[in-house]
């Protein structure tokens, strides 16, 4: 049997790996994990398990990193394994197998075409004419085509969680990830789905699993590792209603663990927003990505009104399950005033939380080619550290240090808007240091004390701040609408 050793750089559970791990393995094949830390342990590990594959599990902006690995593999001199980066990375920028550290990719689903890559390693043949792999062969690339999209995985194995068993950080955390659905209907610009569509003109139509077999994973795990916190990975759970409420019925009578999904705001009615209540919905993200309606829609193509966001936020706190927005700041052609209209439009919508990241134009990606072509950035090429600064992207932005110095702002600003004006003056600053470390506060007070059920820690925040009573509700939310206006 042959065997595989997967490299991922986030110390986290990752579906897509431990699916093409769960696969591999009901074929008859060997499967291990490193997560990148000390270079000797790399090479102690792999002198040790003597793999046939490395596997390099890579999103775009952490393709250096992977790459210095990939560097060492190919510095063996005895038993040195075949180099293949998978992921989203190499699926949209596939030039990455050009570099020398990089024997092949595999370019979408790994699932099926990393199992015939170790069959014929087993048997011996030529690695030649594999459906989404690309190899490079003889200083020569050979471009294979992309094999029938599977979206039906009710058959295959569940995700192999086993995979993580000497990482205890991953084995042991409370939150297990989860998926329904790997297919989205939808075209956002700042996403690759439409790429994706473009590489699979013939797929069949999308499909949730069926939610006997969902509940069914769930129950395995929670019977064999420490469960506390169900988080569904889909982008859109709420997609189809009448999958939905069937999946509900059934989580709400086997499960009943706490749980947390993303929502798209116009197919949120009441019906789904209690059903979602009573089956223990612990926490929600919705996409609002801008507060500008015009761009979301004509140039994000995300199709959705302002109103979609408040009634659904105004359902959301009725029902009282917590939410979250999460927003890009520095888009194309953004200037400061737009950046604070999606801070506008998060106060009115009230969230618990509010994730505002600044914009990075990923390679493959409509809105990545737009900035390009509009010469808003010189390279499609990113570094990728965290999505709250623009340091790694040579972004060309009139406003660019005020938007990234509201960026370290906006989530406390919505919990307490009138800040809103000292904000104004502060942003005009260089960044700082110490402005990073107000958004580091504002995520643990606002995002990690709530989510992890730590409510007694930031009761009364408002009037902590700012001196207000309860009783004084009416006068402080009229001083706000001041503020805003």
Same mark, same amino acid.
């Given at each position: 049997?042959?065997?595989?050793?997967?490299?991922?750089?986030?110390?986290?559970? %990752?579906?897509?790996?431990?699916?093409?791990?769960?696969?591999?393995?009901?074929? +008859?094949?060997?499967? +291990?994990?490193?997560?990148?830390?000390?270079?000797?342990?790399?090479? +102690?590990?792999?002198?040790?398990?003597?793999?046939?594959?490395?596997?390099?599990?890579?999103?775009?902006?952490?393709?250096?990193?992977?790459?210095?690995?990939?560097?060492?593999?190919?510095? %063996?001199?005895?038993?040195?394994?075949?180099?293949?980066?998978?992921?989203?990375?190499?699926?949209?920028?596939?030039?990455?197998?050009?570099?020398?550290?990089?024997?092949?990719?595999?370019?979408?689903?790994?699932?099926?075409?990393?199992?015939?890559? @170790?069959?014929?390693?087993?048997?011996?043949?030529?690695?030649?004419?594999?459906?989404?792999?690309?190899?490079?062969?003889?200083?020569?690339?050979?471009?294979?085509?992309?094999?029938?999209?599977?979206?039906?995985?009710?058959?295959?194995?569940?995700?192999?969680?086993?995979?993580?068993?000497?990482?205890?950080?991953?084995?042991?955390?409370?939150?297990?990830?989860?998926?329904?659905?790997?297919?989205?209907?939808?075209?956002?610009?700042?996403?690759?789905?439409?790429?994706?569509?473009?590489?699979?003109?013939?797929?069949?139509?999308?499909?949730?699993?069926?939610?006997?077999?969902?509940?069914?994973?769930?129950?395995?795990?929670?019977?064999?590792?420490?469960?506390?916190?169900? @988080?569904?990975?889909?982008?859109?759970?709420?997609?189809?209603?009448?999958?939905? %409420?069937?999946?509900?019925?059934?989580?709400?009578?086997?499960?009943?663990?706490?749980?947390?999904?993303?929502?798209?705001?116009?197919?949120?009615?009441?019906?789904?927003?209690?059903?979602?209540?009573?089956?223990?919905?612990?926490?929600?993200?919705?996409?609002?990505?801008?507060?500008?309606?015009?761009?979301?829609?004509?140039?994000?193509?995300?199709?959705?009104?302002?109103?979609?966001?408040?009634?659904?936020?105004?359902?959301?706190?009725?029902?009282?399950?917590?939410?979250?927005?999460?927003?890009?700041?520095?888009?194309?052609?953004?200037?400061?005033? %737009?950046?604070?209209?999606?801070?506008?439009?998060?106060?009115?919508?009230?969230?618990?939380?509010?994730?505002?990241?600044?914009?990075?134009?990923?390679?493959?990606?409509?809105?990545?080619?737009?900035?390009?072509?509009?010469?808003?950035?010189?390279?499609?090429?990113?570094?990728?550290?965290?999505?709250?600064?623009?340091?790694?992207?040579?972004?060309?932005?009139?406003?660019?240090?005020?938007?990234?110095?509201?960026?370290?702002?906006?989530?406390?600003?919505?919990?307490?808007?009138?800040?809103?004006?000292?904000?104004?003056?502060?942003?005009?600053?260089?960044?700082?240091?110490?402005?990073?470390?107000?958004?580091?506060?504002?995520?643990?007070?606002?995002?990690?004390?709530?989510?992890?059920?730590?409510?007694?820690?930031?009761?009364?925040?408002?009037?902590?701040?700012?001196?207000?009573?309860?009783?004084?509700?009416?006068?402080?939310?009229?001083?706000?609408?001041?503020?805003?206006?």
């Amino acid at each position: 049997m042959a065997k595989v050793l997967f490299v991922q750089h986030d110390l986290m559970e %990752m579906l897509g790996v431990m699916s093409v791990s769960s696969y591999l393995k009901s074929q +008859g094949h060997e499967t +291990g994990v490193f997560i990148p830390g000390q270079e000797h342990e790399f090479l +102690g590990l792999l002198n040790k398990e003597h793999p046939d594959v490395v596997g390099f599990a890579c999103s775009t902006g952490l393709e250096e990193k992977l790459l210095r690995f990939a560097r060492m593999v190919r510095g %063996m001199r005895a038993h040195r394994p075949l180099v293949i980066f998978g992921g989203p990375h190499p699926t949209f920028y596939p030039e990455i197998v050009e570099h020398p550290a990089v024997d092949m990719i595999c370019r979408g689903q790994g699932e099926i075409p990393m199992a015939e890559l @170790l069959n014929r390693i087993d048997r011996r043949e030529p690695l030649k004419g594999i459906q989404n792999l690309w190899i490079k062969r003889n200083g020569r690339i050979e471009k294979n085509s992309q094999g029938m999209l599977i979206t039906d995985f009710d058959d295959f194995p569940f995700p192999d969680r086993e995979l993580y068993r000497d990482h205890k950080i991953i084995a042991n955390n409370p939150t297990k990830h989860f998926i329904t659905l790997r297919e989205c209907p939808f075209d956002c610009t700042f996403c690759f789905n439409h790429a994706w569509k473009d590489m699979h003109v013939n797929r069949p139509r999308y499909r949730n699993r069926c939610p006997e077999k969902v509940i069914e994973e769930i129950k395995a795990v929670q019977a064999r590792y420490p469960t506390k916190i169900i @988080l569904f990975w889909d982008g859109t759970f709420n997609l189809n209603k009448k999958w939905l %409420m069937s999946f509900l019925e059934y989580y709400r009578r086997e499960v009943r663990l706490p749980f947390r999904c993303s929502l798209r705001a116009d197919l949120a009615d009441e019906e789904t927003i209690v059903a979602l209540k009573e089956g223990n919905c612990s926490w929600v993200k919705l996409g609002v990505e801008t507060g500008n309606q015009a761009y979301r829609n004509d140039v994000l193509k995300k199709r959705l009104t302002d109103e979609a966001f408040i009634k659904t936020s105004a359902l959301l706190r009725k029902w009282r399950i917590p939410f979250s927005t999460s927003n890009l700041l520095g888009l194309p052609g953004e200037n400061l005033e %737009m950046a604070l209209e999606t801070l506008r439009l998060n106060v009115r919508l009230k969230p618990s939380y509010t994730f505002a990241y600044t914009f990075l134009p990923y390679p493959g990606t409509q809105l990545g080619q737009y900035a390009l072509d509009e010469g808003y950035i010189k390279t499609p090429r990113i570094r990728y550290e965290y999505a709250d600064s623009f340091t790694g992207i040579s972004l060309n932005l009139k406003d660019k240090d005020k938007i990234e110095n509201l960026q370290k702002f906006f989530a406390l600003v919505t919990q307490i808007p009138i800040l809103l004006p000292l904000v104004r003056l502060l942003i005009k600053l260089p960044p700082n240091r110490y402005f990073v470390f107000v958004e580091r506060i504002s995520r643990f007070l606002f995002f990690w004390c709530r989510s992890a059920n730590f409510p007694g820690l930031i009761p009364g925040m408002k009037e902590f701040f700012l001196g207000f009573g309860f009783h004084r509700k009416k006068a402080y939310n009229k001083l706000v609408k001041n503020t805003l206006d």
